[in-house]
């Protein structure tokens, strides 16, 4: 047995509550959706053969219309003729074709009637439909965002990323060393007469911009 047992069933389910219920709400709502759609399919299939039906009565009251206006015509023409009789048979005969027509309007309009129920019902039916597909999305957005949480946690509390960052600190530690003994090499050695040059070249630099500061100063005062 489905999940719904009839198409009432599924037009007055509340999906959410049916959710809450469940173990595994995954399943359930490919259940409910499978089950929709099987439905809309059954009840389509009935609806069309409603309206097949209906044309075909429609046909037959078309029919006995035709034989009623034949038998009236035939009773006039009996009447015309003085053969009452058969005018009477005439009369008969068209009498119980306006009963078939009787009968066949009643069948026509159950039909309608029962065509228009099952139009609202796929009305309703495609609307819980889209419903569940959008519940399934939902779930689906729901369960990766999960996942990928979950991936990230691992990925953060993992002892092998911080055994590697532990590696890089180290690494970085020795470059750090071979720098500063790089460096160490240039302590107590003496001054060249590049070093000389340049040290005088900064001192110029540094006396230029003094000079232009208190120019700028004595200007404001």
């Not at 009996?78 to 048979?89: E, F, P, Q, T, Y």
Request: aromatic share 4%; hydrophobic share 40%.
């Amino acid at each position: 047995m489905g999940v719904f047992s009839r198409l009432s069933d599924i037009v007055n389910s509340n999906i959410n509550s049916m959710l809450d219920r469940a173990e595994d709400p995954e399943k359930i709502v490919r259940l409910i959706i499978q089950e929709m759609e099987d439905t809309l399919v059954e009840v389509r299939a009935n609806a069309a053969r409603g309206l097949a039906d209906k044309k075909e009565v429609g046909r037959k009251k078309d029919d006995f219309a035709r034989r009623a206006k034949e038998w009236e015509e035939k009773a006039e023409l009996a009447i015309s003729k003085g053969r009452d009789d058969l005018a009477k048979g005439a009369i008969a005969a068209k009498r119980k074709a306006e009963e078939m027509i009787d009968l066949l309007d009643q069948e026509l309009k159950a039909i309608d009637e029962t065509v228009s129920k099952t139009n609202e019902d796929l009305s309703k039916l495609q609307a819980k439909l889209k419903e569940a597909r959008a519940k399934q999305r939902s779930l689906e957005l729901r369960h990766n965002a999960a996942s990928d949480s979950v991936k990230i946690a691992q990925q953060v509390h993992d002892g092998r990323i911080d055994d590697a960052l532990a590696r890089f600190d180290r690494y970085e530690r020795r470059i750090d060393e071979l720098e500063a003994e790089s460096e160490s090499w240039a302590l107590g050695r003496p001054r060249t007469l590049e070093d000389e040059f340049a040290e005088l070249e900064g001192e110029d630099a540094v006396n230029a911009e003094l000079d232009e500061l208190k120019r700028r100063v004595a200007q404001r005062t």
